[in-house]
């Protein structure tokens, strides 16, 4: 399998990179380690049209498509993950659902400002009690007239809680089906709304400039008009919003992967011990090869998905590969690196160390490497 990128792709590529070393690099270690979300990135991330890439132009967006979306997800992560997945969020699991599944109303209304990074939308899938389980949703709404009463609780929500935050879609159940299993439907509550509360954000071990929240819904009312689609759809919405967004944690994962490469191949150039460049030791050497060859194999299983799913063949059991590889090669990767580095690895001001922290959440967001399993051993028939 060849996976071949087209000039407007390896331009895209240029351009993110170029951006991604000359202005988050120089900046975001200080954002990191105040926990504070980088508006003035997302502001020129807008200006790019970064946050339009894959929505057509008609719609506010820059006509690209999702690889276009892996690409810059791939580039910014090679340098910083917390602008990355605030990327990645905003686009796979804010702009996508109301591009999908939304009304020409809802669509007309939010996705210019979504596509200009002006907003920025949630997805709030995840409950306190559990995110695996996701058809287990606790959260309730119900019609009343005019409007639906939304009453719950969501964790861990990115992009929840910012100041150009402009509205969270809800899976809530809206009723029981006839074989009694509850009815999920997708609510779209914008911020603001009372009875909506966005709680203090997490403190969190990596993506400490990315915004992550627990939110609550406490008679929330929304107009009736902001169900998200069709009544009793966010069950199919929701798994099919997981499964793009798994190509693009993919992506994510791939950049992270290739950071690492980058910044130990310039350590071992530099870096000496024994009279000697650490690259001339082989036991490190090695590393990198295994680095190199890890990251090509999860750079490959995720383009072949984002391919996919860009020419609309089927790309379920691929995205969950994906994600499962590259999430792997990232967290090792980070390990690896952390470990070329030594001691300069565990320091928060090197990029490594920041790696090693970020590493870790891509084994758990969007489906959990256990839940990749599962669906990979379905699609086998198995389990
Ligand atoms: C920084 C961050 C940002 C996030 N952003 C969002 C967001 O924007 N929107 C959103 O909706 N969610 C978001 N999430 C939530 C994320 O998707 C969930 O954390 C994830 O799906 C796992 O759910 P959980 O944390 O409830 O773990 P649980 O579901 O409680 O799982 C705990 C452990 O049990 C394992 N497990 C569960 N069921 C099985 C099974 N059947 N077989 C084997 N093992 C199993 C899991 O793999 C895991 O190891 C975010 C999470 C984080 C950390």
Not at 75 to 80: G, I, N, S
Not at 113 to 127: K, M, V
Not at 288 to 296: G, K, P
Request: glycine share 12%.
């Amino acid at each position: 399998m060849t996976i071949e990128r087209s000039p407007e792709h390896e331009e895209l590529a240029a351009t993110v990179r170029r951006f991604a070393a000359e202005e988050v690099a120089p900046v975001i270690a200080g954002y990191y380690e105040r926990e504070e979300f980088p508006y003035p990135l997302i502001e020129k991330m807008g200006a790019m049209g970064l946050f339009g890439l894959p929505i057509p132009e008609a719609d506010g967006g820059m006509g690209g498509d999702y690889v276009a979306l892996c690409i810059a997800l791939e580039e910014l992560a090679r340098v910083d993950s917390s602008v990355a997945i605030t990327l990645e969020a905003a686009v796979g699991l804010g702009a996508m659902p109301l591009y999908r599944f939304g009304t020409d109303e809802q669509r007309a209304r939010w996705l210019p400002d979504l596509c200009a990074g002006r907003a920025l939308a949630a997805f709030g899938l995840t409950e306190p009690g559990g995110g695996s389980d996701a058809g287990a949703t606790r959260t309730t709404a119900v019609r009343d007239g005019s409007t639906w009463v939304v009453n719950g609780s969501k964790a861990f929500i990115t992009n929840s809680g910012t100041d150009i935050t402009a509205f969270v879609t809800v899976t809530a159940v809206t009723g029981r089906r006839a074989d009694g299993r509850p009815e999920i439907s997708t609510v779209i509550v914008p911020s603001g709304t009372p009875g909506f509360t966005v709680a203090p954000g997490y403190s969190k071990v990596g993506w400490t400039a990315s915004d992550t929240h627990e939110l609550s819904f406490d008679d929330c009312r929304v107009p009736a008009e902001n169900l998200l689609g069709a009544e009793g759809r966010g069950y199919a919405q929701f798994l099919s919003t997981l499964d793009e967004g798994r190509v693009a944690i993919a992506a994510l994962s791939v950049g992270l992967a290739q950071g690492c490469i980058d910044e130990c191949v310039r350590y071992l150039g530099e870096r000496e011990a024994f009279g000697h460049k650490l690259g001339a030791f082989q036991a490190l050497a090695f590393k990198v090869a295994d680095m190199e060859a890890r990251t090509h194999v999860a750079r490959l299983a995720c383009y072949d998905a984002a391919h996919r799913l860009a020419s609309g063949r089927p790309f379920k059991r691929e995205a969950a590969i994906a994600k499962l590889v590259s999430s792997d090669a990232a967290m090792v990767n980070a390990r690896e690196a952390t470990q070329i580095f030594g001691g300069y690895g565990f320091m928060n001001e090197t990029p490594v160390g920041r790696f090693y922290r970020d590493a870790k959440v891509l084994e758990i967001g969007e489906g959990t490497s256990e839940v990749q399993r599962m669906l990979i051993a379905r699609q086998l028939g198995v389990g």
